[in-house]
């Protein structure tokens, strides 16, 4: 028997065209699923419940009241919604869980009005396809994971690559158009299924091609072959003797703070320079950048500062006898404190271990304590400058122009986003400040993220927006499939009519 799902009175818009068998066609993305009752399409957002194709996911609302320990607002809000707006603008309708409009000159799936602060505005609403979708992942760790550019895989199929080091954490740029679309099946499939763990939260494994074996999970510390990362450095080798010279003065004559990037040694840096620090005669290996501060001292690895020792001796050649004396002390340190090593040099000026001394030891806790707890930090990013931007305007441009003049208002969830200066809407939001699986696939393949896009109903208009689709947020909070949660954390309110930030 042909069905036509129309979406229900409230405007839901995933619609399906007919089918025969009970089955129904769904038609929110490229796919078109025919889904028989009681079953779901390809990408489990859909469903076929007694012929009615459903988003299965509830529809997420943000609610001020919750996040102020108030009681859930009841959906109904006191009796038939008697068409006007909400007036104190502390409802926010999210993008989780709204559905998808395709093909996208369809308007979006909601278009809400509410009035805030005595300001008519607009929210447009939609689960976005992103075929050109991708996460940079931040990795709390001095440790190698793999050479620059080195290729990051998830069960043997290239996901990303190894992106530049930044100040105390590796990156990895993982997904992005050409793995989901431009290798075998195979490679989207799993780029796709690692995209959309990562985003929603979960872990993943990842092994870089010479380099290390990770699992990465946002919000959570990594483990990197095998060993959960606690703390990241404290700064680069140098940094380091910037901040504690002061410290040391007095206690030891001669530091090395072991780093992979930059070595420091207390003697010829300028904060010791400046303390009046004795020269000591120590040589260093590697390549002296500026006075203490020394590039390459060893090979990146999974040893002291995320170099390849293990004995920090090996990092330094001969005292030269003319300055140096037996008896001094020496003290070696990683940027994280996690290792350590105290010596004094005997009368053939050699460095032999020796205890630290009761009075250095606090500074060397003193670099741990300053280490801040290793986290994976994920950043979905994506271009929502395509073909999505036309179920909210009748001219695309117009809307990118907006967002660029800080008229429209981009959230992902709700959560603030950065969106790229430059041409399209490309955007960048850390999902943990989304809410908890928001983000889904299709099997084209293709990651499914929330997007929002808020502005005054006046600039809506002028936008050529589609106004005989704007609907009062009364009418969303009727419906039975909604989710009212709280605003997570810190993430301004998207409907503040401050500034854009
Ligand atoms: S993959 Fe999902 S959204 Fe796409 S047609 Fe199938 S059920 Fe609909």
Redesign the pocket.
């Known amino acids: 028997m042909a069905q036509n799902i129309q979406g229900d009175a409230s405007g839901q818009t ?1 619609v399906a065209a007919s089918a025969a068998d009970d089955k129904i066609r ?8 025919y ?1 028989k009752p009681g079953n ?7 469903a076929n419940r007694a012929g009615e194709l459903i988003r299965v996911d509830p529809h997420v609302i943000l609610d001020r009241t919750l996040e102020q320990g108030g009681k859930v607002v009841p959906f109904d809000r006191g009796g038939d919604w008697d068409g006007r707006l909400v007036a104190d603008g502390g409802t926010f309708v999210t993008a989780v869980g709204s559905g ?1 409009t ?1 093909p996208d000159y369809k308007p979006a799936p909601f278009i809400v009005s509410a009035e805030v602060n005595g300001v008519d505005m607009v929210t447009v609403v939609t689960e976005g396809i992103f075929s050109y979708a991708g996460v940079k992942v931040k990795i709390d760790t001095d440790r190698f994971l793999g050479p620059e550019q080195a290729t990051v895989r998830v069960a043997g199929e290239p996901v990303g690559h190894v992106t530049t080091s930044e100040y105390g954490s590796q990156m990895l740029s993982l997904g992005g158009v050409h793995h989901l679309t431009g290798g075998a099946k195979k490679e989207g499939r799993v780029t796709c299924e690692a995209l959309l763990d990562l985003c929603n939260a979960k872990p993943v494994e990842l092994t870089v091609d010479d380099g290390a074996t990770l699992i990465v999970q946002a919000g959570h510390a990594p483990i990197v072959n095998g060993g959960q990362e606690e703390r990241m450095r404290v700064g680069c080798g140098s940094a380091t003797i910037g901040m504690f010279a002061r410290q040391w003065f007095g206690k030891v004559d001669e530091v090395v703070v072991v780093d992979d990037h930059i070595t420091g040694v207390l003697s010829e840096h300028q904060a010791g320079k400046l303390l009046g620090v004795r020269d000591t005669g120590i040589r260093m290996k590697g390549r002296r950048s500026t006075p203490g501060r020394y590039f390459q001292v060893a090979e990146p690895g999974l040893g002291w500062g995320g170099t390849n020792i293990s004995d920090p001796l090996s990092i330094l050649g001969a005292f030269d006898a003319k300055a140096a004396w037996p008896g001094l002390r020496l003290l070696l340190v990683s940027t994280t404190g996690e290792h350590f090593g105290y010596y004094v040099l005997d009368e053939n000026l050699v460095p032999r271990e020796a205890d630290i001394p009761q009075d250095l030891a606090p500074s060397v806790e003193r670099i741990r304590e300053n280490c801040e707890p290793a986290l994976s930090s994920v950043l979905f990013m994506a271009g929502a400058g395509g073909s999505l931007r036309a179920g909210v305007t009748e001219n695309p441009v117009r809307l990118t122009r907006s967002v660029k003049e800080a008229i429209t208002r981009v959230t992902c969830g709700g959560a603030p986003v950065y969106v790229w200066p430059g041409g399209g809407i490309t955007f960048m939001v850390d999902v943990m400040r989304v809410p908890e699986n928001a983000f889904g696939y ?2 084209t393949p293709a990651l499914v993220a929330p997007i929002e896009f808020t502005l005054t109903l006046e600039a809506y208009a002028a936008l050529g927006g589609h106004m005989d689709h704007v609907q009062p947020v009364g009418d969303i909070l009727h419906r039975d499939s909604v989710r009212e949660v709280a605003p997570i954390g810190d993430n301004p309110w998207p409907l503040s009519t401050r500034s854009q930030g």
Request: aromatic share 10%.
């Open positions: 995933p769904c038609d929110a993305c490229p796919v078109m699923c889904i779901t399409g390809a990408c489990d957002r859909y998808t395709y299709v099997p």
